[in-house]
C-alpha cells in the first residue's frame, strides 16, 4: 500500500489550498477513505471521508463547509480542497485508508499564517 499527498504550503488565513492523494498497492475504488491531520502537538485528529464510490461524504465540524474531499476512481487520486483557511488548520494533512490513520501516507504540510 502506498499514498503520497501533495498540494500543501504556507497560505493566509481566508486562502485556499487543494490537496491531491495518489494511491497504490491495493484496490482504491473498493476502499472508503479519509483525510486525518495532526497539528503541532497534537494528536491525529479525522478531518473527512469518502466512501468508495463518492456517494456518501462527511466532515468533522471543524472544517464542515469548508472542505470539500472527491476523489476519482479512474486515477487512483483522492483530493480535499480547503477554502477559508483559518490558523487553526495548520497542520500535517495525511489520505487514509482507515479513520485511525493506521495506514497513511506521509503527509503534506499546510502551514496557514499572515
Known amino acids: 500500500v502506498q499514498l503520497v499527498e501533495s498540494g500543501g504550503g504556507l497560505v493566509q488565513p481566508g486562502g485556499s489550498l487543494r490537496l491531491s492523494c495518489a494511491a497504490s498497492?491495493?484496490?482504491?475504488?473498493?476502499?472508503?477513505m479519509y483525510w486525518v491531520r495532526q497539528a503541532p502537538g497534537k494528536g491525529l485528529e479525522w478531518v473527512s471521508t469518502?466512501?468508495?464510490?463518492?456517494?456518501?461524504?462527511y466532515y468533522a465540524a471543524s472544517v464542515k463547509g469548508r472542505f470539500t474531499t472527491s476523489r476519482d476512481n479512474a486515477k487512483s487520486t483522492l483530493y480535499l480542497q480547503m477554502n477559508s483557511l483559518k490558523p487553526d488548520d495548520t497542520a500535517v494533512y495525511y489520505c487514509?485508508?482507515?479513520?485511525?490513520?493506521?495506514?497513511r501516507g506521509r503527509g503534506t504540510q499546510v502551514t496557514v499564517s499572515s
Open positions: 487514509a485508508r482507515d479513520s485511525q490513520g493506521l495506514v
Open positions: 498497492g491495493f484496490t482504491f475504488s473498493t476502499y472508503s
Open positions: 469518502i466512501s468508495a464510490g463518492g456517494s456518501g461524504r
